[in-house]
T-cell receptor, first 115, second 114 residues
Framework: EAQVTQNPRYLITVTGKKLTVTCSQNMNHEYMSWYRQDPGLGLRQIYYSMNVEVTDKGDVPEGYKVSRKEKRNFPLILESPSPNQTSLYFC??????????????FGPGTRLTVL | AQTVTQSQTEMSVQEAETVTLSCTYDTSENNYYLFWYKQPPSRQMILVIRQEAYKQQNATENRFSVNFQKAAKSFSLKISDSQLGDTAMYFCAFMKDSGYALNFGKGTSLLVTP
């Protein structure tokens, strides 16, 4: 089944404790992206990647890191989480090329709480 | 930067009725794409419908249709014959022709009642 998976789905952690949220897709997509969703703010892009070893900042990159060592994986790293990073996180992927025709597939979301 | 505005935060409709969700956007781009996403309580993001700005014809997908007014920068979603399963948060989103990032509105929560 074609899908985007994220792990963990739920995470409660404490301020300053490094964490990684994994994202994996099995559709051979070039483009991958991370969004965060906050009440009243919709979804905002954190980072994106056009292909292996190619990443770039989105609208809200502060406090986050990403890497793209393999095409299928795009982990989101919080080196020193803070309470303002408590949010719902989504990973998305799509083929590159004609972006408008390539539907972005979203993962199931990761609910992160930073105490 | 592109901004997407959904002025309705919450809406309610009775089953089998029709409801329209509003969306306006601001851009200086001429070519772009607009989307409506549905997020049910499961939190999964589901693409409902998309519209290419260069197409004058409004997109339709079964019970879902849009009213795209390019000059007014308006992109409303009409849901006909509403069903209980349509209860969800609906997000309007914009994407530039040259990009991949989706710019989302803040969402409209739709409740379909029996």
């Amino acid at each position: 089944e074609a899908q985007v998976t994220q792990n963990p789905r739920y995470l409660i952690t404490v301020t300053g404790k490094k964490l990684t949220v994994t994202c994996s897709q099995n559709m051979n997509h070039e483009y991958m992206s991370w969004y965060r969703q906050d009440p009243g703010l919709g979804l905002r892009q954190i980072y994106y990647s056009m292909n292996v070893e190619v990443t770039d900042k989105g609208d809200v990159p502060e406090g986050y890191k990403v890497s793209r060592k393999e095409k299928r994986n795009f982990p989101l790293i919080l080196e020193s989480p803070s309470p303002n990073q408590t949010s719902l996180y989504f990973c998305a992927s799509s083929f590159a090329g004609l972006a408008s025709y390539n539907e972005q597939f979203f993962g199931p979301g990761t609910r992160l709480t930073v105490l | 930067a592109q901004t997407v505005t959904q002025s309705q935060t919450e809406m309610s409709v009775q089953e089998a009725e029709t409801v329209t969700l509003s969306c306006t956007y601001d851009t200086s781009e001429n070519n772009y794409y607009l989307f409506w996403y549905k997020q049910p309580p499961s939190r999964q993001m589901i693409l409902v419908i998309r519209q290419e700005a260069y197409k004058q014809q409004n997109a339709t997908e079964n019970r879902f249709s849009v009213n795209f007014q390019k000059a007014a920068k308006s992109f409303s979603l009409k849901i006909s014959d509403s069903q209980l399963g349509d209860t969800a948060m609906y997000f309007c989103a914009f994407m530039k022709d040259s990009g991949y990032a989706l710019n989302f509105g803040k969402g409209t929560s739709l409740l379909v009642t029996p």
